[in-house]
């Protein structure tokens, strides 16, 4: 298919919003595919919520325009609202309220008639694994339930687009993996996805695109291997021998064709880890070096965004 | 849109038991209390502002001029003359504690040293300011026309009994009584013949005062706080993240004001209903004496009590700030209101600054109906500040949040 053909469903250009002194959102552009699921990876005070809360208007941007389906949100604001579902980052729902109240009330805002809402409303307590508990009040779920709850309430209006803002902050593994599963159910069924976060893991699971933020800037975006291009981090194999010769050391060398860095009894040979592996370690099975300890340098985000920054993406 | 959030706000506010407990709950209890303490309403005493008596001289006479002349040079009291009808009417209305009328044949009784001819028309509303009225009266009427007429009479006396009795023997007595005058005082007072009309009381025959006080007081302050409460779950949602989800959908800010002021409406009608069946069952509060006044007063109180509740609401950034401010203003609009302490008993400065409070109109309407039995059209101008009150609350309220909506969501 042609790329070119690919819809846009958000167009972000030069966008700009200020608190204050604070530039919390600083000239950014991005776009976003029908279907996709783009990440916004980003420390904390990266910018990411007040991205979200533009994209959803309920912020007035300082500059730069935001188109969702082709609509400007200034100027169509209420079919925007209609296009989109929101999952905030805190936990938004009415504790004194059971699950299936709150979901009714919610889905009512976005005028879904009664009968179709209770049938969406089954549907998915059913995707999110809690129809048992349906008539439960909001406050004596745990943490993960409310989480899944909290993803529900922004779906009843079978919105095109959901932006997700951190919603697994303070989730046990079990519930983490069951949201990663109703993301990518919703995914398969077509709705195109945002989600911020600042787990790196949670962003090379789920996204096909990113944008790595910092401090309100978009610092790189891309697919991992386009991030990884930008980065000029190189996936590297430290091999430690226990014993290794200058003439095996050149030997290797000419047999890997492969640059080699040396110290003492340790090489870093910089290479593609997946296919090269294998190859180098049967030469050096060969060669008759026994081997001590490999370490893999994998040109993963956490290192791409060490190399962009300078910081961590978590202290 | 706005029905969706009233149901909702509707639904919140019943979830909370404790909420739901004290809305109905505690004011039957203050209402109780206040019922009881209220019941032998009397004693104390205020002085300070001279009373307006109003006074109809059907005489015209030298007699009755004088009279009125010296009541007139009272620091206690300030006359105002006016027609028998309208002064009644205004007495009636609460306008004023009382009428006094010298009726025709005023002078000639004087002379005759017969009981004269006056009356008191007075609203017993005003218990306290009548005591004092009562006794101011007594005095200097005795000084003025008591001793005029016990000289007539003594007069009569001699010229029957001992006539030929010489002028001058005569004056001597007259001169000696009047240097024992103070003595004279009691005996004499049987003899004016100022007769006392209660006009409020006796076309009413409810005769409980205290507890029309007791729960129009107690119902208008009680429901100021639970609708500050019920505001307050607007300020609830900001912290809570709700309000920011709410802002998601495609509704309209005010939406969600609106559907809140509905929900505090509904609740402080229901609530002011809950207390009027309770003192009618208990202490047999006549509600269907007048009911359609009582239902339209409900209303305006009501709506006009809700909007103030919510007023605080916008004006306050934080449940903190709110409970703060709304106990600071509620308290101080009931006391000066006459919410705490009937409004009769203060002083009459204290009556003056009583209209800037809400309390005060929703109390006079609920007494205009029990206690002096207005009709109708009478109660309907109170009703008319009460929702005028409202709906100013109602505007400033809708500005404010249109204004606040983003520091609202974000702050
Ligand atoms: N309402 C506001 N008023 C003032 N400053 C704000 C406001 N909202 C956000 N900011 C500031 O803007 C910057 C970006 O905040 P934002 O919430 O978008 O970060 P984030 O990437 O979502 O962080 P986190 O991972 O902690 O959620 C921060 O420096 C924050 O302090
Ligand atoms: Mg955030």
Redesign the pocket.
Known sequence: MNRYNIKQMIQVSNLSKS??T?H?VNNISFSIRKGEVFGLL?P???????IINLMSTILKSDEGEILINENDIKQNSTICKQLIGVVP?EISLYDEFSAVDNLIFWGSLYKVPAKILKQRIKNILKLIGLYDRKDDLIKTYSGGMKRRINIAAALLHNPEILFMD?PTVGVDPQSRNKIFEIIETLNQQGITIVYTT?YMEEVERLCKRIAIMDAGKIVAQGTQTELQKQSNVKEAVQITFQLISEVQLEQLQSQLQIKINQSEQKIIIECDVNKDLSNIISICNKSNLRIKDIKLKKANLEAIFLSLTGKQLRD | MILTIFKKDLKLFFADRKGVLLTFLMPILLITLFAFAFGGIGGGSSKAEPIKLLVSDLDNSSDSKSVIASLQALRELTLIPKEVIEATNLVHKGKNVGVLILKKGFQDSISAGNNLPMELKYDAAREIEMGMLQSVLMQSLMSTVGQKSIKAKMNTYFDTNFSGMPQEMKEKIFNNMDAIKGGMNTSAENNMGLKMTSIVKESTKIGNLGLIQAVAGTAIMMLLFSIAAIGGGLLDEKESGTLKRLFYSPLKPTDILFGKMGAALVLAILQLVVMFVFSWLVFGLPIFKDFTSLVLMILATAFAVSSFGIFLVAIAKTRQQLQGLSTIVILTMSAIGGSMIPLFVMPAIMQKIAVVSVNYWGIQGFYDIFWRSLPLIEILPKMGILVAIGLVMTLISVLLFKRNVLKLM??
Do not use: L, P, V, Y
Request: net charge negative; charged share 20%; hydrophobic share 25%.
């Open positions: 608190f204050d604070i919390a980003g904390n005070g990266a910018g990411k919520s007040t980052q951190e600042h | 974000h702050n």
